[in-house]
């Protein structure tokens, strides 16, 4: 999905993130994670690697999922974020974060 709208699916207890994320088109891919992630039973690993943009919106709308998950209790653990999400991460002192593992 190269330059695509972004989506999110829910496998196997990973949310695979896609697509090229933007201030404009965030809230749908926030809204459909949060369904998906309101539906699941357990800790969840999201999978970035198919996230094609390093936005700050981007960031938010993870920690926003990452307060559902623990509201529901359970976690969120983060593979596949790309340099620049990583850089931006590393702004705000959220890398570790970030690069948390299952």
């Not at 404009?24 to 459909?32: F, G, I, K, M």
């Amino acid at each position: 999905m190269i330059g695509g709208e972004p989506g999110a699916e829910l496998r196997e207890q990973v949310l695979i993130v896609q697509g090229e994320v933007s201030a404009t088109n965030v809230l749908p891919l926030r809204s459909q994670g949060e369904a998906l992630i309101a539906s699941a039973k357990s800790d969840l690993v999201v999978d970035l690697q198919g996230l094609e943009s390093a936005h700050s919106v981007v960031l938010s709308m993870l920690l926003c999922w990452h307060r559902l998950a623990s509201e529901r209790g359970f976690s969120l653990s983060f593979r596949g974020a790309n340099e620049g999400l990583l850089s931006l991460a590393a702004l705000s002192n959220l890398e570790d974060w970030l690069q948390s593992r299952p």
